[in-house]
């Protein structure tokens, strides 16, 4: 007969999880009895893990030692050497190995991380620059921003606010080490770590799994995360707190509520990182809020209080929107959302389920050429890892099957969750990168799941636990050198991936054309430098990035000397792309072109020209003729967005077409090339009823006039209107005084502070 303490029945097993390191049985066993105790130990799920089996009989049997290697035992004798071996490796198995492991697989992901970070990617964005570029504004301007504001919600960038967190994380490592690319982007790549830690800790925590690591070396090689985490993109910050944001929830969920306020935190911070992110959190919290609806009103006392710390962290994003009201729209205005398009609602709900359903689909996010601007792929890589797709399709299989365990539903609503904010505006992967942690996740339960059948399939030839442990280690090295191929790989041949180096391909040369020009003028002091601004968004943040402020030299290219005759020319070096260098060369307004320098592109084609040029003699000649020419309106056909046709004569333009000025798109613009003012007829092919006319211009001073014809009439009436500077574009309203039918109609906009040549911005004309 045998006595034990262990529970009768499983309605006497606590429910509370607990980890568990040791566990004492009394059996008392009557003489000649012999008995096998098995012990499986079990997943938080129910799943098992692994059986041990062990012999017990009365009178006790001498149970047989370890087998250990012949080197032992033939460097010291058989008993004293097997017991020093024996209690050697009762030491090693009762190691944490678990946790070493981890640790392990996270320092791996940071090697891999902050290994040459200058070199890849192989740009440096303007993106990345104006990070450290606010940082350090805001300290000299003491804890403000441009319109001095304290301690700001969100800081100017480009016309918009739209950066937070990304800047105050950088403001530390400005004060320690200045600028640099590295110190930029390993500020952000450093809190990327967090991420593989958090996903490691979900998968032990919440799945009970005897190889967490697995999620963070998957995440380490997953070609979105391995390139965007190695950038300062805001992105990479949003993604990491989500990957927060899932564990405290999942801790609060399955252990304890205090875990909750942890969870509003890492909501919050996650909301600050990045827009996208706010659509995000907002469709968790809601699913998450819906599905786990009793488990919260039981913890409802809990579930108050975080509420009111909610509440405190969105109070600076409250007083933005006090302080700035309409910010949010002019946002997506900025990125042409289709939601402030003139469309039916209808034909908005549409595309916003088409963008949504694109960021699901397994062919995005798996296939090897993702239809992504090419410097936010690797190439051939896919978005995510691809050798671990059918590790994933069973992660998912999983996740559905055991649908009403909360961890397994947590991830699939991170899943649905994760392309949201991207639906608003189209899909991108920046703005849907949120989507690497739940396929993290995901792949790392299919990985385990097929090891642990692969260890049970075996059972019979070798012990489950050897065979786990042998798989494990497999796995581990493997999914290391994976990544550190990877990385090689990258730093290698990247810069070879694409050949297209310029604005609209991998904007490469930041670095290497500031510190050129740099070292140029420090080898010919007084030397006056202008550098083109083409090749790159937000030249003018990279060039304070690398050169400080005052810059040494000037932002500007060829181009403005083409149609204005300017003479300092010939005292400029100018530094030129390919396609200015060969508009100069094949231009009949330059002679005597030298090119003292050049920069080759990473596949040795020329880069960037140093070049001095002047003009030839009879330039002013050349350039008054072709003012001349350009003075003439252009005539055309226009469609109207109801489908007449329009005759119409316009100013020459040098950016949008004039369509773009009558299609009722505010997001949409025309220029002038240099005609200040711009000047638009209308001629109709029937009378138009005109009693009031909106334009939309830019917030220069501006003087609109309008001359209005009557068919048969021999004058024009003529309505005009004079507005202020404003520091964005608004609305001018001009009125009859009663309906009028018009049959052609002369626009004038002016700037007023201007003279010729000038650019004048047009946004939209409507008439009613």
Not at 620 to 636: F, P
Not at 656 to 685: C, K, M, V, W
Not at 740 to 749: A, D, F, G, P, T
Request: charged share 20%; aromatic share 12%; net charge neutral.
């Amino acid at each position: 007969m045998a006595e034990t303490e262990i529970p009768e029945s499983p309605s006497s097993i606590p429910k509370r999880r607990s980890m568990l390191r040791e566990v004492n049985l009394r059996l008392i066993l009557k003489p000649g009895e012999h008995y096998h105790l098995n012990v499986t130990t079990l997943t938080p799920e129910g799943e098992p893990l692994e059986t041990h089996t062990l012999a017990l009989s009365n009178p006790p049997q001498v149970a047989e030692p370890l087998p250990l290697p012949s080197w032992v035992t033939s460097e010291v004798g058989p008993a004293s050497g097997a017991r020093f071996w024996q209690r050697l490796w009762s030491r090693v198995q009762a190691l944490p190995w678990v946790g070493i492991l981890t640790l392990l697989a996270v320092v791996v992901y940071a090697f891999t991380r902050l290994v040459g970070l200058d070199r890849f990617p192989i740009y440096f964005f303007s993106d990345e620059a104006v990070q450290t570029l606010l940082a350090a504004d805001f300290l000299r301007d003491g804890l403000r921003n441009y319109d001095g504001e304290f301690l700001p919600t969100y800081f100017e960038n480009g016309g918009q606010y739209n950066l937070s967190l990304s800047v105050y994380l950088q403001v530390l490592p400005y004060l320690l080490f200045g600028r640099s690319v590295i110190v930029t982007r390993a500020a952000s790549a450093l809190v990327t770590c967090l991420a593989a830690l958090w996903v490691a800790l979900i998968m032990h925590k919440a799945f009970g799994s005897r190889f967490p690591w697995l999620a963070t070396l998957i995440l380490a090689v997953t070609p979105a995360w391995f390139l965007h985490s190695r950038t300062a993109f805001e992105t990479a910050l949003a993604t990491s707190f989500y990957a927060g944001f899932l564990y405290y929830y999942l801790r609060y969920r399955l252990e304890q509520p205090r875990y909750l306020f942890h969870t509003a935190l890492l909501a919050a911070l996650t909301f600050y990182s990045y827009s996208p992110a706010q659509v995000v959190i907002a469709v968790s919290v809601v699913l998450l809020g819906l599905l786990d609806v009793r488990y919260h009103w039981q913890h409802r006392r809990e579930m108050v209080k975080a509420l009111g710390l909610g509440v405190l962290l969105l109070l600076p994003y409250v007083r933005f929107q006090l302080t700035y009201p309409g910010e949010t729209l002019r946002h997506l205005e900025i990125l042409r959302s289709y939601w402030l398009q003139p469309l039916p609602l209808g034909e908005k709900l549409r595309l916003l389920g088409q963008e949504y359903l694109r960021g699901l689909d397994l062919l995005y996010w798996f296939r090897p050429d993702p239809p992504d601007l090419i410097r936010h792929v690797m190439k051939n890589y896919g978005h995510l890892w691809r050798p671990g797709l059918l590790f994933t399709l069973m992660g998912i299989v999983l996740a559905l099957r055991h649908l009403r365990r909360p961890a397994y539903r947590t991830v699939l609503v991170a899943v649905l969750a994760a392309p949201s904010g991207a639906a608003l505006v189209g899909l991108g992967v920046t703005r849907a990168l949120f989507m690497v942690i739940p396929a993290a996740l995901l792949t790392a339960l299919g990985l385990e799941w097929v090891i642990r059948q692969i260890g049970q399939s075996l059972a019979n030839w070798i012990s489950p636990s050897v065979t786990l442990n042998m798989l494990a280690g497999i796995t581990l090295v493997g999914l290391s050198l994976y990544g550190l191929g990877m990385l090689r790989d990258a730093l290698s041949n990247a810069p070879l991936w694409y050949r297209n180096y310029g604005l609209n391909g991998m904007q490469y040369g930041a670095r290497q054309v500031f510190t050129a020009v740099q070292d140029y003028l420090r080898v010919h002091p007084g030397v006056k430098i202008l550098v083109s601004p083409t090749w790159a968004n937000g030249t003018d943040a990279l060039a304070r990035f690398f050169a400080g402020d005052p810059l040494p030299f000037e932002l500007g290219n060829i181009d403005g000397f083409m149609d204005e005759y300017r003479p300092e020319l010939e005292t400029l070096v100018l530094v030129m792309t390919p396609e200015e260098y060969e508009r100069a060369r094949n231009s009949p307004k330059f002679t005597d072109l030298h090119i003292e320098q050049i920069l080759p592109y990473p596949d040795g084609q020329p880069g960037f020209y140093f070049v001095r040029l002047r003009y030839v003699d009879n330039i002013e000649a050349i350039l008054e003729a072709e003012r001349q020419q350009r003075r003439l309106l252009v005539e055309e056909q226009m469609t109207l967005p109801d489908g007449r046709q329009v005759q119409v004569a316009h100013s020459y333009l040098d950016m949008g077409d004039i369509q773009h000025a009558f299609d009722g798109d505010p997001t949409t613009l025309i220029r002038t090339y240099e005609a200040n003012p711009l000047r638009i007829r209308l001629t109709f092919s029937a009378p138009e009823v005109i009693q009031t006319l909106t334009f939309r211009v830019g917030g220069v001073p501006t003087r609109i006039t309008v001359q209005l014809w009557a068919p048969r009439a021999v004058e024009a009436a003529v309505v005009s209107q004079e507005v202020g500077e404003t520091p964005l574009p608004r609305e001018v309203t001009l009125s009859l005084p009663a309906p009028q039918e018009v049959l052609r109609m002369e626009i004038e906009v002016l700037n007023v502070r201007d003279g010729e040549p000038a650019h004048v911005h047009l946004w939209e004309v409507q008439w009613r």
